[in-house]
């Protein structure tokens, strides 16, 4: 149970000092350290080959032509 925990805490650590933190406490308990690394080297294959998320460009609203007639729908 506790390398399952381990490896959560090690799956969850993006930057550098959440991931020395998380070899850390995978250490403490009672995770060898060449298994920390397998797993750390297999997480870093995982995630290059996902592809990169494509930014979406925020949607407008459609707009209106000016002449369309306003909220009673009458042209003035």
């Given amino acids: 149970m506790s390398h399952e ?4 805490l090690l799956e ?3 930057t550098f000092l959440e991931r ?3 070899v850390k406490s995978a ?3 009672g995770m060898p350290l060449n298994e920390i690394q397998d797993y750390l080297d297999w997480l870093d294959s995982v995630r ?3 592809p990169p998320a ?4 925020p949607t ?4 209106r032509p000016a002449n369309s007639g ?3 729908g009458g042209e003035k």
């Fill in 70 to 72: 306003g909220a009673d």
């Fill in 5 to 8: 925990i381990a490896k959560l």
């Fill in 12 to 14: 969850h650590a993006e």
């Fill in 54 to 57: 494509t930014p979406r460009a």
């Fill in 48 to 50: 290059a080959r996902k």
């Fill in 20 to 22: 020395t933190e998380a």
């Fill in 60 to 63: 407008k609203p459609p707009t």
């Fill in 27 to 29: 250490v403490s308990l």
